[in-house]
């Protein structure tokens, strides 16, 4: 277990339909990210929120929104939901400081999206 | 952001050191080097990370050259279960990471 929890961990869907994923970051970590994983493709990164604000996008589709809520957890808003949506969603969350330390990102297990 | 690359995949045996370079020449001075370990349909996971010089931890090892444009993840005597994609990414906080194409280590008895 990673700490950062992530549901549903499997989602079939229609196509043009609406649905929302949820992330809960490690305890203590303030920085969320969402990433998207096709078959057999690369982690495309999608958006990124920080103590409940947006801080950086990515290939992100208008179609996708994202929040972050007080409680530091994330959902991710997926509309008109097309075939090509159809992959791996993954949410990591990272500690932020103002010193130099980085110290990567944990990911969740991941939300599998099927359109059909 | 920094762009990264390296091999898309290799080969190697049971016991065997294997060795991953990747080559990131616009590293930032206060970009970190990143190795995550990614098996199918689970989200990465991280190895090791380092600024300069040698890191070592229990499970790799990562050497960057003064330059620091290039690093290499050393993995000791591998073994079936490490067959993986590699990703190595350039990054610092407060900023998201790019993932690349990763290298598909497979390892075989």
């Known amino acids: 277990d990673s700490g950062v929890t992530q549901t549903p961990k499997h989602l079939i869907t229609a196509t043009g339909q609406r649905v929302t994923l949820r992330c809960s970051p490690r305890s203590g970590d303030l920085s969320v990210y969402w990433y998207q994983q096709s078959l057999d493709q690369g982690l495309q990164f999608l958006i990124q929120?920080?103590?409940?604000?947006?801080?950086a996008k990515g290939n992100i589709l208008e179609r996708f929104s994202a929040q972050q809520f007080p409680d530091l957890h994330s959902e991710l808003n997926l509309s008109s939901l097309e075939l090509g949506d159809s992959a791996l969603y993954f949410c990591a969350s990272s500690v932020e400081t103002t010193g130099r330390l980085f110290y990567g990102y944990t990911f969740g297990s991941g939300t599998r999206l099927t359109v059909v | 952001l920094a762009k990264t690359t390296q091999p898309i995949s290799m080969d190697s045996y049971e016991g065997q050191e294997v060795n991953i370079t990747c080559s990131h020449n616009n590293i930032a001075t206060n970009d970190y080097i990143t190795w995550y370990q990614q098996f199918p349909s689970q989200g990465p996971r991280f190895i090791i990370q380092?600024?300069?010089t040698k890191v070592t931890n229990e499970v790799a090892s990562l050497f960057i050259p003064a330059d620091r444009k290039s690093s290499t993840l050393s993995l000791p005597r591998v073994s079936l279960s490490d067959t993986a994609v590699y990703y190595c990414l350039v990054g610092g906080y407060g900023r998201a990471l790019t993932f690349g194409s990763g290298t598909r280590l497979q390892v075989q008895p």
């Open positions: 380092g600024y300069k």
């Open positions: 929120y920080y103590n409940g604000e947006e801080r």
